[in-house]
């Protein structure tokens, strides 16, 4: 079989889909009761992708694709968005309806199929009949509606959610954005197909897909999964260490005690944005004079003081058993770096070691 660079780029990304698919399901890391429904939407779309875009002219693969699964997967994910945002519709009486639409279109497919397709018995009237031609393709209209509607009711839930946290409402902002933008390709596509007569429109979908999964593999799975450590690193920090204490930091003249004791008890350094403003309002002095202070009192520079606090804070965790499962990014930003490379270029220059090695030495010693 020869591809196209499209198609090797559909194809790598369906098999992404398959792989982050299963790993949500499979791995501890990814795995819960949450990202279920995201995986079940992953695996059902990278399904109906290589299905679609591949095309087999064989029965079963046919007619598996042929099956409204268009009304199943915008439920996946609004329960996935209702669980990830812990919404009030999760007790709804009316929630587990939304599925009825999928369940009575299935149904009512496999009784025309019974006749179409296997000869099972005959209904009276043919499959070219205007009254079931005109239902195939009200299908597809009310398909396409059927998703738009979820995705906006998404939008719309997490940019009113106040209680829910700022990333993961963040997220899915975006993701109904962009399942919004493809839903725009779907009828594109659809409109090429009834008033052109080219050949595969259905091409840019499959593409505007696997460039979905590539968003959601880094951005819904991964980092998500990454803001939920760093609250379970915080609070079980809280509850285990005392605050970090860099041992090479001074004190003992006018300004310093009072700077250690603002890292020490308000954790300022856990902050990833913290700059010389905020410690100098916090001391009651100007930039200038909190720049004069690191000079003379403190006797290092503001970034390299703050990163001694963070890469003693990452060291501590890095060394508590209790924090082990946690992945070292989780670790670096709960810690107060900006960035993975942050955290791993400051962590190195201050130990000599990488995180990881710092770890797994720690684990062996």
Known sequence: MTLSLSGFFILASVVQG????????????FRSSTNNYLAGFIL??????????QEFDHFWPDYFWSLMWEFLIPVLLFQYALRLLQH?????????????PFVVVLVADIIFDLDFSFGV????FPQQHPAYQFYDSLLDSMALWWNIFFFGWIFRIARNDRNAAADKRRWLTRFSIALLLVMSVWFLSDYIQYRTAVEDPYSMLWLALSLLFWYIA?????QLRIVDERAEIGALRDQL???????????????SPALRQLMEEEQLYRNPDLGRQVVAEQLGISEGYLSQVMSTQVGQPFADYINSYRVEEAKRLLSSPEFSPY???????EAGFKSRSAFYTCFKKATGTTPGMFRKEVKTS
């Open 121 to 124: 018995y005959t209904l009276p």
């Open 44 to 53: 059902l779309v990278s399904g109906m992708t290589f299905l679609g875009w």
């Open 88 to 100: 009030p519709y999760l007790r709804a009486p009316w929630l587990p309806w939304l599925y009825a």
């Open 218 to 222: 880094y951005v819904g799975v991964y």
């Open 241 to 255: 260490l005392e605050p970090a204490t860099p041992a090479n930091v001074s004190v003992g003249n006018d300004y």
């Open 18 to 29: 398959l792989f982050i698919g299963l790993a949500i399901l499979c791995a501890p890391f």
């Open 327 to 333: 992945s070292l990014e989780a670790i670096g930003l």
